[in-house]
């Protein structure tokens, strides 16, 4: 009997999503609660959970992690909203291990690209606060999520219309005079999510199709 080619395990989707609601509220109960702390030990609490380059030259890589279990504020309600929407349609579309796969390779990854210029800029300028800043959020994941669901767009025009309004929307920020290294990492984490999003659209392309019984 001859042997069959046996098709890639392809992602399961989650008819309700329940991570996204339990990540998004978790962060922003975590949130309320840090902003009754004192504002000395409530800043401390947040640096020692920042990707910032301090952390990340002392070799606390376990801040790559925590950083995304913190905000600065408690979230605002669009924010929030679209936060939980983005994170919630990915695990419905992808299932849990993919969508949680994106957000964590989209915030480790920009986080270490940032790091990585911060780093070069430490080496040619005079120290500043910015080796100490607070670096914490989901904003990485989230715009990675973000360019992910866009570059999987089934059809074609509005995969590529999506896939650029939002490189587009990364790239302003970064061009104006008064920008941050948060909106380098936003750039770098749309720029990934769109390449997982590529790779995922890809392999589904690639899997073989069940033959007509």
């Not at 990854?109 to 910015?130: E, F, K, Q, W």
């Not at 995969?159 to 309004?165: D, E, K, L, V």
Request: charged residues 15%; aromatic residues 6%.
């Amino acid at each position: 009997m001859p042997l069959r080619r046996i098709p890639r395990p392809r992602a399961t989707p989650t008819a309700v999503p329940w991570l996204a609601p339990l990540y998004v509220g978790a962060l922003q109960l975590g949130a309320y609660a840090t902003a009754r702390l004192p504002g000395p030990r409530r800043t401390e609490l947040l640096r020692t959970h920042s990707t910032n380059v301090t952390n990340l030259r002392a070799g606390r890589w376990h801040t790559l992690a925590t950083s995304s279990a913190f905000v600065e504020e408690p979230l605002p309600v669009p924010y929030g909203a679209a936060l939980l929407a983005t994170l919630g349609t990915a695990e419905a579309r992808w299932g849990v291990p993919r969508a949680a796969g994106v957000f964590a390779a989209g915030h480790v990854g920009a986080s270490l690209l940032v790091y990585a210029g911060l780093r070069g800029r430490v080496c040619t300028h005079p120290p500043d606060a910015t080796a100490r800043a607070v670096d914490v959020g989901a904003s990485y994941g989230f715009y990675a999520t973000l360019g992910a669901l866009a570059a999987t767009v089934p059809h074609r025009g509005a995969r590529a219309a999506a896939t650029a309004g939002l490189l587009a929307l990364g790239i302003r920020p970064v061009l104006r005079r008064g920008r941050t290294f948060t909106d380098a990492g936003h750039l770098a984490a749309l720029t990934l999510g769109v390449a997982m999003g590529a790779g995922m659209r890809r392999g589904g392309d690639r899997s073989p199709r069940p033959k007509p019984a």
